[in-house]
């Protein structure tokens, strides 16, 4: 069976072009201001009209209002809402019942006891996504897309019940190692895949999605 592929942070109609063409189960648009792949509705709406059924997209928020919610899901036709922030387990079922989709929570990690905090939300999320958790003294004020990976092994013997997907620092020359020592089913790539800070390469998904390809 195929690894799922997300590309996370699209931000033009040729890179969502060659997501969809290369393979991508899913496309990532991100709604939070802060970050370099932010896309207002505009540009969201206009870039993804043409995305087949067969690929998911994925609202990217960080801990958002419903209001905020609530414009984007108006005009944006999104199957999944991802919530990378610190949403308790409260909130997400609150998001849950207001929209009606389906969630990926995602799950900081470095340690054993990082990923762990899964188990908070098992009766709620839909999919986890976990990703790096990253050291405050070192940079960022953004949630993800920081091209920093966790140690894979953490995941070794962990039963996780739901769907889940490995993120954090992934390219297409470390991605087929973290498959393989992870067993995931489903990657995301964001700074992967980029040509500059926030801009994707068409070359560089391709190649990233070829390099999952290789182990199905």
């Known amino acids: 069976m195929a690894i799922k592929v997300k590309i996370c942070g699209v931000d033009r109609q ?10 991508a189960s899913m496309i990532g648009l991100v709604f939070y201001e802060k970050s370099p792949r932010f896309l207002n509705l505009t540009r969201a709406t206009s870039i993804t009209q043409n995305i087949p059924k067969s690929v998911k997209k994925v609202g990217l928020f960080v801990d958002p209002t419903n209001r905020e919610i609530s414009e984007v899901i108006e005009n944006v036709k999104i199957d999944t809402l991802q919530l990378h922030g610190n949403e308790s387990p409260e909130r997400v079922r609150d998001i ?10 995602v799950i900081k990690v470095r340690t054993l006891q990082d990923l762990n905090l899964f188990k908070a939300f098992v009766d709620i999320a839909d999919n986890f996504l ?3 958790k990253v050291n405050i ?3 960022s004020n953004l949630p ?6 966790f140690d894979w092994k953490v995941l070794s013997g962990v039963k996780i019940p739901k769907p889940w997907i490995l993120a954090g620092g992934l390219d297409k020359n470390n991605v087929s190692e973290a498959i393989k020592i ?9 700074t992967g895949v980029e040509d500059k800070l926030g801009v994707k390469g068409t070359r560089k998904i391709i190649d990233f999605i070829e390099a999952t390809r290789k182990l199905s």
């Open 14 to 23: 040729e890179t969502v072009e060659a997501s969809v063409d290369a393979g």
């Open 96 to 105: 849950k019942d207001f929209t009606g989709l389906s969630i990926i929570k």
């Open 130 to 132: 976990f990703d790096a």
């Open 137 to 139: 003294e070192k940079n």
């Open 144 to 149: 993800g897309g920081n091209a920093i990976s």
């Open 182 to 190: 992870t067993n995931a089913k489903a990657v995301d790539v964001s």
